[in-house]
């Protein structure tokens, strides 16, 4: 995606400078190749899973979906700010709870959190409702810490951004009555078919793209490479930082009710420091700067943490069987880790993005 | 009244321990080290003999104080200089953003390398029983622990200090840490700098490791991640890059916890690390730069 071409260009005509005005929507008829086909590399991951039809694989492929939700919602803040932020993971938390408060029976629900008001005990309302009303919930408290936060940059916005996952960590471990602490919350319908992640993750591709070829996208990124050229120019960063941090914060609440849904139980330490680190691990192994580096950072790294499962409980070749001890799939997972980034420092795709054209980074 | 200054103190001291490990590092090649922690988890089980029973089989615990000290220190700095050698090297010229992943998978190898030969339960290790013991100063009731904590830190911190400004490594380091290439090119040999800087954080790393050890009496793999999380942070108040800032910040953060543990209501009480974060982020808000900023990190336009 080049942020050059929307770019008024002036000309000379009768010594006159006339703005040449654009051709509407060029940039987005230009990038949209690049969602398009992240897109269908989804429908074929999910095609080829309903053509093995095994339940185990099925659990597998979710997965990922979930995780290219979580990416791409990483992308748009990290990828367009430059800023990275380890507190992403608690929007996930506060989505993966709001899902769990909306969907839970109400017989069950009226146990475990007490301290709920009466009327949101009372309600019960469909996954994908109760997934927008996260995805809304999760944006608004993006909304309220980003208006302090987006006022840091640098290694003091990504402290800052820690410190608000260990808040949210702290509160949703200890306020027992609306959380229902560290223990495991249960009762979460499940939703065991891949197609409502396969579409929540093409939707949130879609808005990572919209948002990247949008002026405030386009600004931020400038902002990025230049902080004080863009800032000479005019453009507000903190401002375009909060619009980026509201969205990504939006998508990453959607992953996480989508993902209470998946696994039917949430606690608040399954969005902390291990979640938060895989997601950020994937984004910049595939290119942080980059959403097809960001998808395709996540499928390949799932891609091997299965294999080395698989590996782990055991394979027969003929008669042998051999099996990796435990332990040795996240060490050798690690140690692939190092070696990309040793080798491409700036991810597999650095800034640059999947098209059928040749392409530029920008 | 003395207590709380005594615990603020004792836990001050380990986060300042931990942040001054990761400035150390900082300073010379600007990398956030996450394996750290992960390197404090190593030093203690390097007092164990690998098995995965409950029970911990001491092996080298067993040594007498003045061989097992200089045996767990000598285990962090040789860890932490091998990680600079087989990995960080990789990484000089790479972004900031790289390099912190990269230790962040280097702290993960270290970790399950660890919960490979030991298992992932907590196990009781008894070292030192005799500091355990409680003394009497002033009407205070005091773990002979807490005390030996927080004199072996001011020592080490006036250790480090006479090291950083007497000797000529010392110098060389402080060089490298306010301005690397024009070190290099006044004649700091740049790898014998980064070492000693990951040897001594390691040894710091060791340190804690024989503290926390004592003081909690359990081995447990995860054990680095909660002290690394509070150094990390008393890093970047403090001031990235700035050891008198780390070591502040150390402190005031260990002060922070323990005070707000006592003036809180009890209600309030179990949101105590929220609080002591949200007041992270707001030192933050203030000064971005953190309490004491280096010379050598401020961004030239």
Excluded at chain 1, 242 to 256: D, E, P
Aim: with cysteine.
């Amino acid at each position: 995606m080049s942020a050059a071409s929307p770019a008024i260009e002036p000309q000379l005509t009768n010594g006159a400078i006339v703005a040449k005005t654009p051709r509407p929507f060029v940039l987005a008829r230009r990038t949209i190749i690049t969602p398009i086909l992240l897109s269908l590399l989804m429908i074929a991951i999910a095609l080829l899973t309903m053509m093995t039809g095994s339940r185990p694989f099925n659990q597998v492929i979710i997965d990922v979906f979930l995780r290219v939700i979580l990416v791409v919602g990483l992308y748009v803040f990290i990828g367009n700010s430059g800023v990275l932020s380890f507190g992403h993971i608690g929007f996930t938390c506060l989505g993966a709870y709001v899902a769990a408060w909306l969907t839970i029976n109400p017989v069950m629900k009226k146990m475990a959190f007490s301290g709920l008001p009466g009327w949101l005990i009372k309600a019960q309302m469909p996954y994908w409702e109760a997934a927008i009303i996260a995805a809304i919930f999760a944006g608004l408290a993006a909304l309220i810490f980003g208006r302090i936060l987006m006022r840091l940059s640098g290694i003091a916005a990504s402290i800052a951004t820690f410190a608000m996952l260990a808040m949210i960590n702290t509160i949703y471990s200890n306020w027992e009555t609306v959380t229902g602490g560290t223990s495991s919350v249960v009762g979460i319908p499940i939703i065991r078919s891949i197609w409502p992640y396969l579409i929540a993750a093409i939707i949130s591709i879609f808005i990572a793209w919209a948002h990247a070829i949008s002026r405030s996208g386009l600004a931020l990124r400038a902002a990025r490479d230049e902080p004080t050229a863009a800032a000479a120019s005019g453009i507000d960063i903190p401002r375009e930082r909060l619009i980026a941090f509201v969205i990504s914060g939006a998508i990453m609440g959607l992953g996480g009710a989508l993902m209470a849904h998946s696994i039917g139980v949430v606690t608040p330490d399954t969005f902390y420091l291990g979640l938060t680190f895989i997601t950020i691990a994937m984004l910049v192994v595939g290119g942080m700067g980059s959403l097809s580096g960001g998808v395709i950072g996540v499928v390949f790294l799932s891609a091997l943490i299965q294999t080395l499962r698989w590996l782990e409980a055991g394979v027969s070749v003929g008669d042998i069987a051999f099996s990796i001890p435990k332990g040795l799939q996240e060490i050798a997972l690690g140690i692939i880790m190092i070696i990309i980034l040793a080798l491409r420092p700036a991810g597999v795709f650095g800034n640059r993005e999947i098209s059928l054209t040749r392409n530029r980074g920008d | 009244m003395l207590q709380i200054l005594f615990d603020a103190l004792s836990l001050g001291s380990l986060y300042a321990l931990g942040a001054l490990g990761i400035a150390l590092i900082f300073g010379v090649m600007r990398l956030v080290n996450f394996a750290h922690g992960d390197v404090i988890a190593f030093c203690v089980f390097a007092l164990l003999w690998p098995s995965t029973d409950a029970m911990a089989i001491v092996f080298a615990g067993q040594l007498p104080w003045y061989l097992l000290v200089p045996f767990v220190l000598l285990c962090g700095a040789g860890l932490s200089v091998l990680c600079e050698i087989v990995v960080f090297r990789r990484f000089r010229t790479g972004n900031p953003a790289t390099m912190m992943i990269a230790s962040f998978a280097l702290g993960f190898v270290i970790r399950y390398f660890l919960l490979m030969l030991f298992s992932s339960r907590p196990k009781s290790i008894n070292l030192l029983p005799e500091l355990s013991q409680p003394i009497e100063i002033f009407g205070a009731r005091l773990p002979l622990l807490q005390l030996i904590t927080i004199i072996v830190t001011m020592l080490i911190l006036l250790g480090l200090t006479l090291f950083l400004r007497r000797t000529r490594f010392g110098l060389e380091m402080r060089a490298a840490a306010e301005n690397f290439s024009m070190a290099r090119m006044l004649g700091v040999r740049a790898n014998r700098v980064i070492m000693g800087a990951f040897a001594l954080s390691g040894a710091l790393a060791g340190a804690i490791a024989l503290i926390f050890g004592i003081q909690t009496g359990t081995a447990d793999i995860q054990m680095g991640a909660a002290i690394m999380l509070m150094a990390f942070i008393a890093t970047v108040i403090g001031g990235l890059g700035s050891l008198a800032g780390a070591v502040l910040a150390g402190f005031l953060l260990g002060a922070a916890s323990v005070i707000m543990q006592v003036m809180l209501p009890i209600d309030a009480r179990p949101f105590r690390d929220a609080f002591v974060y949200g007041a992270v982020i707001l030192v933050l808000l203030f000064r971005p730069q953190g309490l004491i900023s280096a010379r050598g990190t401020k961004e030239r336009v």
